[in-house]
């Protein structure tokens, strides 16, 4: 079965239940072809550090979604010798395995199906492998989608922390490594000093508020438990094996369907971004000169607005975009967020002294991320057109447009059937006024 062809009715326990029409499942563990992994480079980052004695078994949770890919290719690769790598992941629906299938001839690789939020999940997990270090990815991290669903980020983001603190004090793991955001910060006024580790959180969205209260967690367990626990705060990741959802490789995906670039209010929010390898080199760096109880900045000086974003890729693209008039050809300004922190930024000294530097320019890292996605973009996930629209709707692995979903009932409003599918006629209404599809 293939994402694209989408099965009507997806087994569910003892019972079917029916998919909603105008959506496409994602499914990350069918839609993977040796044809396709195979073609692929295998991206890692550079660095190499004299093994720890104390560290042999290393979980990482959330490791066939983007980062925590790389960062495991990284350690299978460079360490082959000395560190087993556990990859811990629920394969929702912005993974993929073919992020690791290269990596399954490797005797110091083992990939484990599993939920964060499933304490018998991860207590096997850790048991099964004798696990004594652990790097926690897992996360809902689109702020998009925080809008809208923000009951399942508090429940992976926060709860799903909480497990894996509380399964990590009781297994007596020697290492813990939680992988937050510079989001909980909250928004940087132009021309303020770049925030330290030391500064204090005020996120401002759902994602960030639950990345924020997971923090917490991590704290009271430092303090309560003396759990051996690091935190790191990373600026914007961005290259090869991101899935379509965010800002740089949508924009790509689109220019290269030479479709307009779907820009959210006006374009001038700014972030900072470190490419994919230099965050696998920061993590490294910190995994083997880090120390216990720290907070990590990863700071980049790398602050690139919305709208550089569109002409920097148009540029990449040929596509003509000098005046005005010919920008405004390819990009389509939208409703913004509900609200949209204007920039942020942190300060990376800290890390720096253990002798982190990102190697990647923005302009080199954005040219590599151009060329994987115009080689695999279409077909890495399966049919990612949903992804492309804006403010698209997820739950589990279904995806829909937001006025494809908008227009299916409420609990409480039921309409006729048609063709298996409940519909209003207040929904049919809205979705054909939107332009949507219902055949």
């Known amino acids: ?129 004798k696990i004594d270090t652990i790097f926690h990815f897992a996360a809902q991290s689109h702020v998009d989608l925080s809008f809208g669903n923000s009951y399942q980020f508090t429940n992976t983001n926060v709860y799903g922390t909480h497990v894996l603190l509380e399964r990590a004090r009781e297994h007596g793991v020697t290492r813990f490594i939680h992988i937050s955001t510079d989001e909980v910060y909250g928004d940087v006024p132009i021309g303020a000093a770049d925030l330290s580790e030391t500064s204090l959180l005020a996120p401002t969205n759902p994602y960030s508020a639950s990345k924020a209260a997971a923090e917490m967690m991590v704290s009271a367990y430092r303090s309560s438990f003396k759990l051996p626990l690091i935190t790191v705060r990373s600026n914007n990741v961005y290259g090869p094996h991101q899935f379509p959802e965010k800002i740089i490789p949508k924009f790509i995906m689109l220019l290269q369907r030479r479709s307009k670039l779907l820009v959210h209010g006006d374009g001038s929010p700014t972030r900072r971004y470190v490419y994919a390898s230099d965050i696998v080199d920061a993590l490294d760096t910190i995994l083997h000169k880090g120390a216990i109880g720290q907070i990590y900045n990863i700071a980049s000086k790398d602050e690139i607005s919305n709208t550089d974003i569109c002409h920097r890729l148009l540029e990449i693209f040929g596509a003509r975009h000098k005046t005005p008039q010919e920008f405004q050809r390819w990009v389509q300004h939208t409703e913004d967020r509900p609200f949209n922190d204007q920039r942020y930024a942190t300060n990376g000294a800290k890390l720096a002294a253990l002798g982190w530097r990102p190697k990647t320019s923005f302009e080199e890292g954005l040219k590599a991320t151009v060329d994987w996605y115009q080689r695999f973009g279409e077909v890495w996930w399966g049919d990612i057109s949903r992804v492309l629209t804006s403010f698209p709707v997820v739950e589990g692995t279904e995806i829909w447009t937001k006025e494809e979903h908008d227009a299916l009932p409420s609990d409480e409003e039921l309409g006729p059937e048609e063709n298996g599918t409940v519909w209003t006629k207040k929904a049919l209404s809205s979705l054909q006024a939107s332009g949507g599809t219902i055949a």
Request: include cysteine; charge should be positive; glycine fraction near 4%.
């Open 1 to 129: 079965m293939s994402p694209v062809e989408s099965p009507e009715s997806l087994l569910n326990g003892d019972r079917h239940v029916k998919r909603r029409r105008n959506s496409t499942i994602l499914n990350p563990r069918s839609y993977v072809t040796a044809d396709l992994w195979k073609q692929a480079p295998v991206l890692k980052g550079s660095t190499k550090f004299e093994p720890l004695p104390n560290v042999r078994n290393i979980l990482v949770t959330g490791g066939a979604g983007f980062i925590a890919c790389w960062f495991v290719r990284h350690l299978t690769l460079t360490y082959p010798d000395n560190y087993n790598v556990i990859s811990f992941d629920k394969l929702d629906y912005c993974a993929t395995l073919n992020n690791t299938r290269i990596l399954d001839e490797f005797p110091n690789f083992t990939f484990e199906q599993g939920d964060i939020t499933s304490p018998s999940d991860v207590k096997k997990c850790l048991r099964k492998h």
